[in-house]
């Protein structure tokens, strides 16, 4: 198995290029060996695009493997948007796909927040489950403190990866935690932060 959620620049490259319809436009995205979801845009993705309510401001594509997340939505409603993934192979497709989609967006190389130092409106994340639930719920805590106070954070998760575990963390985290869309072991949950953050 190839793990998209480390840096393995030993995999032979192999590019294979799809096409996504999302709201008003078709997008064009190129993946390759060890980057998330090759060929082919990943069906738990696509729902959680789907159920987004519009966003505005900034965004951060936490994790975002070939860029589909940020790149639709940068496109549909004109954010500024942040792209960030711990595998350089993922950011150089990030870029590459944001000049055939022609959206610009910030991309560079980051180990979860390591490498962020600003805070967002929102947050969007598909959460690398293989990586391990310490580093998922550590990308949660992240995602706390880079939240802007009233800004939302988008997650989709299974039930048989702990979705339900992952609610109650989330939960423990924000305050809240809403269920969004749930049906066949998938949610999309939503937190929010609405109480100013202390240091």
């Known amino acids: 198995m ?3 959620f480390i840096a393995d620049e030993n995999l032979r490259s192999n590019p294979q290029t799809y096409l996504y319809q999302f709201k008003t436009s078709e997008y064009v995205f190129t993946t390759d060996s060890g ?3 090759v060929g082919k845009m990943d069906p738990y993705t696509d729902i959680l695009l789907r159920n987004l309510p519009p966003v505005t401001g900034t965004l951060l594509d936490l994790g975002c493997g070939c860029g ?3 790149i639709a939505l940068a496109k549909e409603y004109a954010l500024s948007v942040t792209q960030t993934d711990i595998n350089p192979r993922a950011v150089e497709l990030t870029l590459l796909n944001c000049k055939q989609n ?3 967006t910030n991309a560079f190389v980051s180990d979860g927040f390591e490498s962020i130092n600003e805070n967002f409106d929102t947050i969007i994340l598909n959460p690398p489950i293989h990586a391990g639930k310490e580093i998922v719920y550590r990308m949660f805590e992240g995602v706390r403190k880079h939240l802007n106070t009233g800004g939302g954070f988008y997650v989709v ?3 048989k990866h702990g ?3 992952a609610a109650a963390h989330l939960r ?5 935690c809403e269920t969004l869309y749930r049906k066949k072991g998938l949610r999309v949950f939503h937190c929010m932060i609405f109480l100013q953050k202390t240091p």
């Open 2 to 4: 190839n793990h998209y």
């Open 35 to 37: 980057v998330f979801s």
């Open 68 to 70: 589909c997340i940020g």
């Open 102 to 104: 022609g959206v610009t």
């Open 157 to 159: 998760m299974l039930d």
């Open 163 to 165: 979705a339900a575990s």
């Open 172 to 176: 423990g985290i924000f305050g809240a």
